[in-house]
């Protein structure tokens, strides 16, 4: 059973930092793209950042130099550093097979106060 579980998020004021982690199963972790996407309420699903096998890595304008993708095949996770956030910042945060929206974790949420 294909599985992606998150952890990490919380309750943190603008200008902090959060690390959410994201751990696969049931797949071979190292040969899958994954992604980190967010959504808030009221608002549209956003891309933020995307790290394929190769490891090369692209994110969301409104992220870009303050957040980063990593992986960690060895264990089977994808992580999302988060740095100077935002209010705005604010979403459910959920990891996802990149070819495929249907595999994809419950999320974590992320709370940013200003």
């Known amino acids: 059973q294909v599985q992606l579980v998150e952890s990490g998020g919380g309750l943190v004021q603008a200008g902090g930092s959060l690390r959410l982690s994201c751990t696969g199963s049931?797949?071979?972790?190292?040969?899958?793209?994954l992604a980190w996407y967010r959504q808030a309420p009221g608002k549209q699903r956003e891309l933020v950042a995307n790290i394929p096998v190769d490891g090369y890595t692209d994110y969301a304008d409104s992220v870009k130099g303050r957040f980063t993708i990593s992986r960690d095949n060895a264990k089977n996770t994808v992580y999302l550093q988060m740095n100077t956030l935002k209010p705005e910042d604010t979403a459910n945060y959920y990891c996802?097979?990149?070819?495929?929206?249907?595999?994809r974790g419950q999320g974590t949420q992320v709370t940013i106060s200003s």
């Open positions: 996802r097979f990149s070819g495929n929206p249907q595999i």
């Open positions: 049931g797949f071979i972790f190292r040969l899958v793209d």
